[in-house]
């Protein structure tokens, strides 16, 4: 979340940053971001494989233990932990771009290469009402100055096919159905699924006897496939592939701390409000910082922005809470 975040954070403060110019406002801060946190884009596609870390498993292995599925029970247990609040931070995107593009226009800060273009219009309707339906980004741009709930988007529909595959009740008709998912899919989307494989797959041979050989099959095929067609989309998948595979199969052979599950679980609830607002939020802070206080700094105005994607995310998080199901 943090490479994400802070490469985000870097990108927006000083879009056009060379090493070489000590004038640049917020320097040590546009430096900090661009040097240590140049991963964002493999860390969002890891942070979709991760979501089918736990999930995709425990699933299967109540199939295997012949766990009555009900799939209003599954559905609730994902409303719960990830569409309230997801929704609540499209509601808040749309809020915050409303108030954020009145205040500054196309001005700085919102004056970055990635929504320059972008204004409060009737598309503005058809894209929060899309990305509170999850479809994005199929059939809909990601809400606003909110380009990370595109991970969202992804993670809410493999949760929903998963859901339907469950409904044949045998381990074996579940992998058929991904495989058939897997390939139709792949007519359509290249990146739906080949996310959907690294999302599914691990979960999937987590239990099996020949782990091992099915773990190199499996980098085998997403390789090879990426290979067949190349774009720099599909090479970060296969990235974070492979660095999901390194921490939670090399790293736990060694080392599994107790509790490991829960606290993850944790450390998700606690990150996923600022993950899915931190864009909009510190953009928003960040303006009215810079455009309201007098002679206001680039370092003031990125504690600012910090302040503001805390106080966002708690506030999405806590009202989330109150309307679980």
């Known amino acids: 979340m943090l490479q994400v975040a802070l490469g985000h954070i870097g990108s927006f403060i000083a879009p056009q940053f060379s090493i070489s110019d000590l004038t640049t406002p917020g320097y040590l801060i546009v430096l900090l971001c661009r040097t240590f946190f140049r991963f964002g884009e493999l860390s969002a596609y890891l942070f979709v494989i991760l979501s089918g870390h736990f999930i995709v498993a425990n699933c299967i292995e109540r199939i295997k233990s012949r766990v009555d599925f009900k799939l209003i029970n599954y559905a609730r247990r994902r409303a719960n932990r990830v569409f309230f609040v997801s929704a609540l931070c499209v509601c808040l995107t749309f809020i915050f771009d409303l108030i954020g593009f009145g205040i500054s226009g196309n001005t700085y800060p919102y004056d970055h290469p990635a929504i320059i273009n972008y204004s409060i219009s009737p598309d503005s309707i058809r894209e929060f009402i899309?990305?509170?339906?999850?479809?994005?980004?199929?059939?809909?741009?990601?809400?606003?100055?909110?380009?990370?709930?595109?991970?969202?988007?992804?993670?809410?529909?493999?949760?929903?096919?998963?859901?339907?595959?469950?409904?044949?009740?045998?381990?074996?008709?579940?992998?058929?159905?991904?495989?058939?998912?897997?390939?139709i899919m792949f007519q359509f989307s290249e990146e739906w699924a080949l996310l959907f494989f690294a999302w599914y797959v691990p979960g999937a041979i987590r239990g099996a006897q020949n782990r091992l050989l099915l773990t190199i099959l499996s980098i085998v095929?997403?390789?090879?496939?990426?290979?067949?067609?190349?774009?720099?989309?599909?090479?970060?998948?296969?990235?974070?592939?492979?660095?999901?595979?390194?921490?939670?199969?090399?790293?736990?052979?060694?080392?599994?701390?107790?509790?490991?599950?829960?606290?993850?679980?944790?450390?998700?609830?606690?990150?996923?409000?600022?993950?899915?607002?931190?864009?909009?939020?510190?953009?928003?802070?960040?303006?009215?910082?810079?455009?309201?206080?007098?002679?206001?700094?680039?370092?003031?105005?990125?504690?600012?922005?910090?302040?503001?994607?805390?106080?966002?995310?708690?506030?999405a998080l806590k009202a989330s809470e109150r309307i679980k199901i």
């Open 221 to 315: 095929a997403i390789v090879t496939l990426a290979i067949l067609e190349p774009s720099r989309a599909n090479w970060l998948i296969v990235a974070a592939y492979g660095t999901y595979l390194f921490l939670f199969l090399c790293i736990s052979n060694f080392y599994t701390p107790k509790g490991v599950g829960r606290n993850l679980n944790f450390v998700s609830n606690l990150t996923l409000p600022l993950y899915l607002i931190h864009v909009p939020a510190f953009l928003l802070t960040y303006a009215l910082a810079i455009h309201t206080i007098p002679n206001a700094s680039v370092y003031l105005a990125f504690f600012v922005g910090i302040t503001g994607i805390v106080m966002a995310s708690l506030a």
């Open 130 to 183: 899309g990305n509170l339906l999850f479809l994005q980004p199929l059939f809909v741009d990601p809400m606003g100055t909110n380009g990370p709930l595109w991970t969202i988007g992804y993670i809410v529909q493999f949760y929903i096919v998963f859901g339907v595959m469950q409904l044949t009740k045998r381990e074996r008709l579940v992998h058929v159905s991904a495989s058939i998912i897997f390939l």
